[in-house]
């Protein structure tokens, strides 16, 4: 046989029972679903129905690396986990960037299967062919950095590898998130997965792998990696990448006026002391990379003097987003608020929305300091923000036990109308920039299938791209112009959705492969370079239209289990407020709002791209079968929800 990139096995461990299995990884899962996103989805879908919910024992827990993670290919950094989210209770995952999910396949598995539920804490351990379940009472409470370092030390393993979660996961906060490697290497943020791992009652997973990982074709692998090394050099999004790390983005939002701060209320903001300049010159220690990337976008900053003087973390451009969104513009409060939500162990971008969310039900009176406690909740406010936080980590007092459910629970145990200051779709909460003024990145957010989250389909083709381009990719001149075509829209989005969705089955970082300054370069690196190093690697021959298709399937997977778990066309929503209150602040996009009728074509265009019925969002029998995927089409129709 010839060696290549997959190491032919799964590993499945029930916690209930203790039962350690190795199953194969064959043909079923690589011919149509590759490796990542796409294995774990489908995983999900076939082994959690809809009536198993979030923190049952049934529901799964899924580490999928990418297909090319642990592979020398550029930027081949990516682990997804999955598990149904408890956030909405629909499809979850994660993705990550950091060295786990590449021990785990030099362990000997491309994937592992978490289900089941520990009567008391414990910790799995994978060292290449040993695995087995140990204590792990000593662990708990222990924040994600010091549970890294204690298992290195408990298992004699300098350089051992861990998956962990923080206090927040132990305490079942939807907002938790599953850390790689302590608190400032990568975590799988999204959708409420720590909580999932705390649920189960497990702390970690501690793993050591020996083995190599192949490549079946080296020098076609070694063109490819040069091709991209060819492309990175020209491209004009890199530069900036490489200078100011995922910073940058700040220029982005100032651009078009799209910060989203207080709550999403404003869009224009007081910036300047957020400016990634001021970032790299007064706070940047390190300036790193993801598993072999040479963009190297990742930072490390610290803070050397005042109330937060040695305060050191790993942050991204989503921190000050979010920061923004509670109205902190103090660059300091914004690092040592990285620090405390990565050693925690929560979601930045889930956090952050929902500390804003309860200072908004605090302007207006809807709770009050005998509600917090004491604490003023105002925007701009460093202390509330970062104490909150630390409340919501621990569920400590009767509102960060309520806000630690998400801004939708939060809302519906409030009352008094806070369900309009919920910014969520689905249940999860928002993420990146404001859509106001800007159609396809509005209808982006309303058909993710983890709730709001740009990364679903980096909706940013529309400024990119030219007329003539939009005519020949997408039908219409119309899908170029930014704020004003609607025709072909709906057809980009779908097709920048497929896109990314490869990066997450390959393992590939989308600030390396799926940005770029044109559509071209998006294109070639995207498609073209990702399909070239995956068929070097994997010794297999797949075309550039099979590998869109592949990540066609995966979505379409996911929308399956959403529409399993009773989600239909009037879940594809954003919040009210982006269609009724126009943007406030002035700016680029000042005094904008969604405009209804522009969002319901565009979503009528997309459902008709992939082949869902345009009157329900439902699935398509015809869709699910052209892509391979009869076997759903079957599940859903013997279950109502399936048109055709």
């Known amino acids: 046989m010839t060696k290549n990139s997959y190491a032919g096995k799964i590993l499945r461990v029930d916690l209930t029972s203790g039962a350690i299995k190795i199953e194969p990884f064959g043909p079923e899962y690589i011919d149509r679903f590759i490796g990542g996103r796409g294995v774990a989805s489908k995983v999900l879908y076939d082994e959690v129905p809809p009536e198993v919910e979030p923190f049952d024992p049934e529901n799964r827990l899924i580490f999928s690396p990418g297909a090319l993670h642990g592979t020398a290919s550029p930027a081949a950094s990516r682990t997804t986990v999955a598990a149904k989210s408890p956030l909405t209770g629909m499809h979850g995952d994660g993705h990550s960037g950091a060295n786990w999910g590449g021990e785990l396949k030099r362990a000997g598995y491309d994937l592992l299967i978490i289900q089941g539920q520990a009567d008391k804490p414990v910790y799995l351990f994978i060292h290449d062919d040993h695995v087995e379940l140990r204590d792990a009472s000593g662990l708990r409470g222990l924040l994600t950095s010091q549970t890294h370092a204690r298992l290195r030390d408990l298992t004699g393993i300098p350089d051992l590898r861990t998956v962990s979660i923080g206090p927040a996961g132990e305490n079942r906060v939807r907002l938790a998130g599953v850390f790689h490697d302590g608190s400032d290497e990568g975590v799988s943020a999204r959708c409420g997965l720590g909580a999932v791992m705390g649920a189960k009652n497990l702390k970690a997973i501690a793993t050591r792998g020996t083995r190599d990982i192949g490549v079946a074709d080296q020098q076609a692998f070694r063109a490819a990696y040069q091709e991209y090394l060819d492309v990175i050099a020209v491209d004009p999004y890199v530069p900036p990448a490489t200078k100011y790390g995922t910073c940058r983005f700040m220029f982005h939002r100032v651009k078009f006026g799209i910060h989203g701060a207080e709550n999403w209320r404003y869009g224009e903001y007081p910036w300047e002391t957020l400016s990634p300049e001021i970032f790299r010159a007064d706070y940047q220690v390190k300036a790193g990379a993801c598993v072999a990337c040479p963009v190297r976008c990742r930072r490390d900053y610290r803070i050397r003097s005042g109330p937060y003087a ?144 740009h990364l679903r389909s980096n909706p940013y083709i529309e400024e990119i791209c030219t007329a003539e381009e939009a005519l020949q990719w997408f039908g219409s001149e119309e899908a170029a112009d930014l704020r004003g075509g609607v025709k072909g829209k709906g057809r980009m989005l779908k097709f920048s959705e497929d896109l990314v969705t490869i990066g997450d089955i390959l393992g590939l970082c989308k600030f390396a492969y799926y940005r770029s300054a044109t559509l071209p370069y998006l294109y070639r690196k995207g498609v073209t370079i990702a399909t070239k190093l995956y068929n070097a690697c994997a010794g297999r021959h797949l075309s550039e239209e099979e590998m869109l298709l592949a990540g066609e399937r995966t979505f379409n997977v996911e929308k399956a289990f959403n529409t399993r778990c009773g989600a239909t066309r009037a879940d594809d929503i954003i919040p009210e407020r982006f269609f009724t209150e126009p943007l406030r602040g002035g700016g680029p996009s000042g005094g904008m709002v969604v405009e209804r009728d522009k969002f319901e074509q565009i979503l009528n265009e997309y459902y008709e791209a992939r082949r869902f019925d345009v009157q329900t969002g439902l699935p398509t029998r015809a869709g699910l079968e052209r892509l391979g995927l009869g076997d759903i089409a079957h599940d859903l129709a013997t279950r109502g929800k399936l048109v055709g």
């Open 310 to 453: 040695g305060i050191t973390a790993k942050l991204e451009w989503e921190t000050i987003a979010r920061s923004l969104t509670c109205g902190i513009t103090d660059p300091e409060a914004v690092i040592a608020w990285s620090n405390l939500c990565n050693h925690y162990g929560l979601d930045i971008e889930g956090t952050g929305d929902t500390v804003a969310f309860a200072m908004e039900c605090f302007e207006h009176g809807l709770i009050t300091e005998k509600d917090t406690d004491g604490l003023v909740l105002r925007f701009g406010d460093p202390h509330a923000f970062l104490e909150l936080t630390r409340r919501i980590a621990l569920r400590q007092g009767d509102l960060a036990n309520i806000l630690a459910e998400g801004t939708r629970r939060a809302a519906q145990q409030i009352g008094q109308g806070s369900e309009r200051f919920a910014m969520n779709v689905k249940g999860g909460e928002m993420t990146a920039g404001d859509p106001r003024g800007m159609p396809v990145r509005a209808v982006s957010y309303a058909t993710s299938t983890r709730g709001s989250d």
